[in-house]
C-alpha cells in the first residue's frame, strides 16, 4: 500500500475499534491491525463477552454502528470514502433487512415478511421470492435506510466527539501495525475532560436507542 492507502486502512480500522470500544454493550475489541488478511486490509477482531441465542434489537443496532465505523471514519477525517467498506456495507444492510423483515424491529411493526432470495448489496430482494406487495417492499427499503441512517449520523457525532482517541489510534497502528488489549486500554481509556465524557457517554446511550 502507499503511504496515503494506509493512512486511510488505519483510520478506517480505528474507527471500527473507537465506535465498539465506547459503545457499551458492543462486543469487545480484542485486536486491531492493518496488517492485510487475505482480501482485507486491515481487521478488527471482536469476542463477545458472552454467548448470545437471543440477540436484542439494541444488541443489533450496536453492530450496526460498528459496521458503520469505519467507513464513517474515513469521511469525518478526509471528507471522501472509498471502496474499502464494501463487505462493512454490505453486512449492515442485510443485518439491518433482517430486522425489519424477520424480526419486526422497526416502524413496519410486528409482521414477518418472506424473502427466500436477497440481494442485500443492490439493497432489493427478488421479487419470486418474497410474499408482499410492491407498497410494501418500499416501505421495507425506507425502513431499513432509516435504520441505516440515523446508525451513521450517530457514530459520525461519536468520532466527531472522540476524534482525540480515533487519532491517536490512528497514528499507533501506522507506528505498530497491530495493536493488542493493553495497548487499545491505553489509547482508549485516556482520560478526557468531563464535559467530552459527558457528551460521549450522551452519544453511545443514543447508539443503543435510536430507532
Not at 482480501?39 to 469476542?47: H, K, S, V
Not at 491505553?186 to 430507532?211: E, K, V
Request: hydrophobic content about 45%; aromatic content about 4%; glycine content about 6%.
Amino acid at each position: 500500500m502507499d503511504a496515503l492507502e494506509r493512512r486511510t486502512v488505519a483510520f478506517h480500522e480505528a474507527g471500527h475499534a473507537t465506535v465498539a470500544w465506547l459503545t457499551p454493550g458492543a462486543d469487545p475489541v480484542r485486536k486491531v491491525t492493518i496488517v492485510p488478511h487475505g482480501q482485507a486490509l486491515g481487521l478488527t477482531e471482536q469476542l463477545p463477552a458472552i454467548e448470545r441465542h437471543n440477540l436484542s434489537r439494541v444488541y443489533l443496532q450496536t453492530r450496526i454502528a460498528v459496521m458503520l465505523g469505519g467507513r464513517t471514519a474515513e469521511e469525518v477525517v478526509f471528507g471522501e470514502v472509498t471502496t474499502g467498506a464494501e463487505h462493512d456495507l454490505v453486512e449492515a444492510t442485510k443485518l439491518a433487512r433482517q430486522m425489519v423483515t424477520r424480526w419486526g424491529m422497526s416502524e413496519l411493526g410486528l409482521a414477518a415478511f418472506r424473502a427466500d432470495e436477497q440481494q442485500p448489496f443492490l439493497g432489493y430482494e427478488i421479487a419470486q421470492g418474497r410474499d408482499y406487495s410492491e407498497a410494501t417492499a418500499a416501505r421495507v427499503d425506507l425502513a431499513v435506510e432509516q435504520i441505516l441512517a440515523v446508525a451513521h449520523e450517530q457514530v459520525g457525532a461519536l468520532l466527531t466527539a472522540s476524534s482525540d482517541r480515533l487519532h491517536a489510534l490512528a497514528e499507533a497502528l501506522l507506528r505498530d501495525e497491530t495493536l493488542e488489549i493493553n495497548a487499545l486500554k491505553a489509547i482508549l481509556d485516556a482520560p478526557l475532560s468531563p464535559a467530552t465524557d459527558q457528551r460521549l457517554a450522551s452519544l453511545t446511550t443514543m447508539i443503543g436507542r435510536a430507532i
